[in-house]
């Protein structure tokens, strides 16, 4: 295919770019980058309406934001963005880039003006998004569907509260081990900055996703076991009252009364899970992400083993025993019988393949958006 100025007739068997439906013009579009597009858009008017949406459609952005304003021909970036990916900033930096400087504007007047148009798909923000700033980020006026905390802290580790109160249907919390601290006495179940204390935050979540963001995931210090006398976890160390045969297995037994005084086990708890409940009442989903990259020293005892299949069982023990909980695997929609929360254990491939259904219109995670949380591995 050919473009040309100075011959408006194409040779034979070629076909000009701006003849294309704009469908296929939008393929061919994006596969561009970004200053390519900005190049593109600048040709015609038929190329700006179809290269426009493309530049904005999922942006990754430094400590300076641009603003969020109506521009060229009155087009806005908020309606073609699908996921907007922030880095940790001064607030000055968003509320300029949110907030209209327009005379005719009273001061301070967000751009979301509420409609449903005016929210994005897919929000990004590291745990930390203003230094050393207790507020809530005003990029959150952008109402997203699906919010992703990115580098948050597991445990005990001082947070700024960035996510106060916020009306999202879907969080994303990615934990890092390096932003990790176990200690020996596993109160992180009452941690104000746990993940309890992130849920705290986002009460009005339908759907809450824990992803461990690290190939091995192995916080610091390492893993120290408990006394075994918690009445909380005795039943699931003996493995009374189950069904089948299995639960007398001497070496499930063994996986199961090892995990109950490691980390893994306090964390998958039903003291937790139903704290969770508390601070989310509107809970229908807890998807739980990537547990076969989970420290084996805090899983199994005597080598690696099968991190993920001991852990899936401990929580398929816990959950099965509380009133309001179930079970289920990839593809279940939000929310079980009789308001009941749906856990869900996915490996990280598996979640990857559901995002990709959902479609990045429609809150769904890219893979580029997935392996930042893995960085610096």
């Given at each position: ?17 701006d ?5 296929v ?114 990029l ?7 919010l ?16 106060h ?7 994303i919390?990615?934990f ?5 601290v ?5 109160k ?15 009460p ?90 989970l420290d ?10 099968d ?71």
């Amino acid at each position: 295919m050919e473009m040309t100025n100075h011959d408006p007739t194409p040779r034979r068997g070629l076909t000009r770019l701006d003849t294309l439906p704009l469908d296929v013009l939008e393929v061919i579009l994006a596969f561009l980058s970004r200053d390519e597009l900005a190049t593109v858009l600048r040709v015609s008017a038929r190329f700006l309406e179809t290269a426009y949406p493309i530049l904005y459609r999922h942006l990754v952005l430094g400590v300076h934001l641009p603003t969020f304003q109506a521009g060229v021909r009155g087009l806005n970036p908020l309606e073609h963005i699908h996921s907007l990916h922030v880095d940790q900033h001064d607030p000055s930096e968003c509320t300029a880039a949110l907030f209209s400087s327009d005379s005719s504007s009273p001061a301070g007047t967000p751009i979301s003006d509420g409609t449903a148009s005016s929210g994005i798909p897919l929000l990004s923000l590291p745990a930390t998004a203003h230094p050393n700033i207790r507020q809530t980020c005003p990029l959150t006026h952008l109402r997203p569907s699906t919010l992703v905390i990115r580098a948050a802290p597991l445990l005990y580790v001082r947070v700024t509260y960035s996510f106060h109160s916020l009306c999202v249907p879907r969080a994303i919390i990615a934990f890092t081990p390096d932003s990790a601290v176990v200690g020996s006495n596993f109160k992180y179940e009452v941690a104000p900055d746990g993940p309890n204390g992130f849920l705290r935050r986002i009460p009005n979540a339908e759907e809450v996703v824990w992803v461990f963001a690290a190939k091995r995931w192995r916080p610091s210090p390492r893993p120290r076991n408990t006394a075994a006398n918690d009445p909380h976890l005795a039943h699931l160390q003996s493995g009374k009252g189950g069904e089948g045969g299995a639960e007398g297995d001497e070496k499930e037994k063994e996986e199961r009364a090892y995990l109950a005084r490691t980390w893994v086990g306090r964390l998958f708890s039903a003291q937790v899970l139903e704290a969770v409940k508390r601070r989310c009442p509107a809970l229908g989903r807890l998807t739980i992400v990537n547990l076969e990259a989970l420290d084996p020293v805090a899983v199994v005892q005597n080598g690696p083993g099968d991190v993920g299949r001991v852990v899936r069982d401990w929580i398929g023990r816990v959950v099965r025993r509380m009133d309001g909980w179930s079970l289920d695997g990839p593809g279940c929609t939000v929310g079980g019988e009789d308001g009941e929360v749906v856990v869900r254990c996915l490996t990280l491939g598996e979640f990857e393949d559901e995002e990709q259904v959902r479609g990045s219109a429609d809150g769904g995670v890219r893979r580029e958006e997935v392996e930042t949380w893995f960085e610096g591995e």
